[in-house]
């Protein structure tokens, strides 16, 4: 069964940095991989996303500031986030979908919190 675990996240202060990191087990395909995050009062959004070939796709409001990568031998997905701000505060959300098929996977989420 596929699971995806994210790590990381935590209390931040504004203009900080936070990695976090999701892991996918339970299967030997490649998938590709993102975060989504969900702020206070707010709907969803996709945030990073990181294709098997490694082309990327980011939300525009952390462009230059966030930076997804992978691992494909360890299946991590990780998201480098640099010069935080307090609207960054969110749940975030890891993301995994089968290259050849619609089927996606979900993390539990983790909580990143920025402080002004």
């Known amino acids: 069964q596929v699971q995806v675990v994210e790590s990381g996240g935590g209390l931040v202060q504004a203009g900080g940095s936070l990695r976090v990191s999701c892991t996918a087990s339970?299967?030997?395909?490649?998938?590709?991989m993102g975060w989504y995050r969900q702020r206070p009062g707010n709907q969803r959004e996709l945030v990073a996303t990181?294709?098997?070939?490694?082309?990327?796709n980011y939300l525009d409001s952390v462009k230059g500031r966030f930076t997804i990568s992978r691992d494909n031998a360890k299946k991590i997905a990780y998201l480098q986030m640099n010069s935080l701000e307090p609207e960054d505060t969110a749940v975030y959300y890891c993301?995994?979908?089968?290259?050849?098929?619609?089927?996606?996977?979900w993390g539990q989420g983790t909580q990143v919190t920025v402080s002004s």
């Open positions: 993301w995994a979908k089968h290259p050849m098929r619609q089927t996606e996977y």
């Open positions: 339970g299967t030997a395909i490649v998938m590709h």
């Open positions: 990181i294709q098997t070939d490694g082309s990327t």
